[in-house]
């Protein structure tokens, strides 16, 4: 694998007593695009939560960019690079496009994509045509946007996707598809939660399957969309 940028080993995470997370482990190379999977909860989120440091109760090894972060704050690995885009958008309603774009704002770093508010809307030509529209007057679909663009904002080298996909409009699915695409050309590595296997598909290098905390599963996208077994135990609906 190309330059790990993100190493996960042996995590497991708790909520209250409820164990959650069994001895994870799972890797993301530098541009490179990493599908996490798993039918609704099979520990995807939570795993995400617990990388970016939002789990109180957690053991394991987290390293990102060399350095261990299995004790950090989430501000403080956001500062290092890392950006999250929660399942549930939050984007800051009575803001503007612009105004949510600003709070997301950090300075450029060395090897990581530098983004503007110019080249996102690139991306995005939706946002570009909405630069003062509050973000609670926005669809579903368009928060989704403002969401991972705020997040690129921050110019981070690693951007941890949760479930980009779920509940938005096909049109923007695709969008969301070639947006991936984009950021992987920018040379940026992304951790994609992801139950829908056409998508993840068409945008990702490597998969790992989740099914109750536990990895039963890794490997190429090619691979996974070969094997009939895994998919069927641990994919289909």
């Known amino acids: 694998m190309q330059d790990t940028i993100l190493d996960v080993s042996g995590l497991n995470a708790f909520y209250g007593r409820a164990h959650i997370l069994f001895d994870v482990n799972l890797k993301v190379g530098r541009g490179e695009v990493v599908a996490l999977m798993g039918r609704n909860g099979a520990g995807k989120s939570t795993t ?27 501000h403080a690995i956001s500062r290092m690079g890392m950006g999250f885009v929660p399942e549930d958008r939050r984007v800051f309603a009575d803001l503007t496009v612009m105004e949510n774009l600003e709070v997301g704002t950090q300075p450029q770093r060395d090897l990581a994509p530098h983004w503007t508010p110019e080249k996102l ?22 928060q989704q946007m403002l969401t991972v663009s705020r997040t690129l904002m921050g110019n981070p080298h690693l951007v941890l996707l949760d479930e980009p996909s779920e509940g938005v409009a096909p049109v923007i699915v695709e969008q969301m598809a070639n947006m991936i695409m984009a950021l992987k050309r920018e040379g940026l590595s992304i951790l994609l939660s992801e139950q829908n296997l056409q998508f993840a598909n068409l945008v990702c290098d490597r998969a790992y399957v989740l099914e109750n905390g536990h990895i039963r599963y890794q490997g190429s996208m090619d691979d996974l969309a070969a094997n009939e077994e895994v998919r069927r135990n641990y994919l289909s609906v």
């Open 48 to 74: 995400m939560k617990a990388v970016m440091g939002l789990l109180n109760r957690t053991q394991g090894e987290i390293d990102f960019m060399g350095e261990s972060i299995k004790a950090a704050k989430p």
């Open 121 to 142: 809307f690139r991306l995005f030509p939706n946002l570009g045509e909405m630069p003062d529209r509050p973000g609670g007057q926005m669809s579903g679909g368009e």
